[in-house]
């Protein structure tokens, strides 16, 4: 019995190396030439699996769940008549709280960067920050953090997303559409050209 993980795809073929520095030019082209339709044919459904994968996950104090919150904050920005690609992020705003929650943000930045605007992705990386004016009594909080960055061209969507579609969208009577309805979206966002980061050489290894 071989010990090898099955291919994607039966008809693509195994790098024998095991060891990266071996990987000759010939075998990366093998390699992203299989990568590629890899990601476009998987990389949607592995996200939803890992949002889907905390709806059993228990609060620890809020009244819903962080599964709950992103449906609930994807739904008021659904309904609030932002376009597909801010409903999409919305959905998975939070999807990295519950296992990294003192970086999520820039958890859910990371992996969405490739798909959307720079304005969702600034967002994204900051949006942990701004909470902070509406959370004045926690422990140890600055809620004039987000000052540092007034002035940003993305400061106003972000104060505006944290406000209305984030800090108290954790509401258990809430009308909140279920996960299926966001997975058109989703599927939609990741089928996007990937576009390389901002002042990084892009890499596709």
């Not at 609930?72 to 932002?82: F, I």
């Not at 002035?151 to 969208?169: I, L, N, P, R």
Request: proline letters at 8%; aromatic letters at 10%.
């Amino acid at each position: 019995m071989s010990n090898r993980s099955p291919l994607a795809d039966p008809a693509w073929q195994y790098i024998e190396h095991t060891s990266m520095e071996d990987f000759t030019a010939a075998d990366w082209a093998v390699m992203n030439a299989q990568r590629a339709i890899f990601t476009r044919n998987h990389q949607a459904e592995l996200v939803i699996a890992m949002l889907r994968a905390t709806s059993n996950v228990p609060s620890f104090g809020y009244r819903i769940s962080n599964f709950r919150h992103c449906l609930q904050s994807a739904t008021r920005v659904l309904r609030a008549g932002h376009d597909e690609e801010t409903v999409a992020v919305a959905v998975l705003h939070d999807i990295g709280f519950d296992a990294c929650p003192s970086t999520h943000g820039d958890f859910a930045a990371a992996l969405m960067q490739p798909y959307i605007s720079p304005r969702n992705h600034w967002m994204l990386e900051h949006h942990q920050i701004f909470q902070d004016v509406h959370a004045p009594h926690y422990p140890g909080v600055d809620p004039n953090a987000r000052d540092t960055w007034r002035g940003h061209e993305h400061f106003a969507w972000t104060a505006e997303y944290v406000s209305k579609f984030d800090q108290d969208a954790m509401a258990p009577d809430e009308d909140t559409l279920p996960l299926e309805a966001f997975i058109p979206a989703i599927h939609r966002l990741f089928s996007r050209p990937p576009q390389p980061r901002p002042n990084a050489t892009w890499r596709s290894a």
